[in-house]
């Protein structure tokens, strides 16, 4: 079983920053791709950042610029920086990670979500 636990989020004012973490811990043979998704009320969820395991990354247009993510393999955690964070960027923020508990099986697992609030 493979738990990824998310820590960071909170209010902020418009223009302020955040850090997102997530750990990931368990059954753990590998980890591919890892990243953050998002969702905001009445919206889908949409993928923000993505980064592979050999640290090529992805973002969504809206963020470009104004988030970071990276990885660090050894402690098997994501994290994502926002800066310049706006009322729009408020939404839950779930990681993910595409983990493998044996050399030939994978699946993505989910952490619970933290809530990030843009607000002044």
């Known amino acids: 079983q493979v738990q990824l636990v998310e820590s960071g989020g909170g209010l902020v004012q418009p223009g302020g920053s955040l850090r997102l973490s997530c750990a990931a811990s368990g059954s753990i043979f590998g980890i591919g791709g890892m990243g953050w998704y998002r969702q905001a009320p009445g919206k889908e969820r949409e993928l923000v950042a993505g980064?592979?395991?050999?640290?090529?990354?992805n973002y969504v247009d809206s963020v470009k610029g104004r988030f970071t993510i990276s990885r660090d393999n050894a402690k098997k955690m994501v994290q994502l920086q926002m800066n310049s964070l706006k009322p729009e960027d408020t939404a839950v923020y779930y990681c993910?990670?595409?983990?493998?508990?044996?050399?030939?099986?994978?699946?993505?697992?989910w952490g619970q979500g933290t809530q990030v609030t843009v607000s002044s």
């Open positions: 980064i592979s395991s050999g640290g090529t990354t």
């Open positions: 993910y990670a595409d983990v493998r508990t044996t050399p030939t099986i994978s699946s993505r697992s």
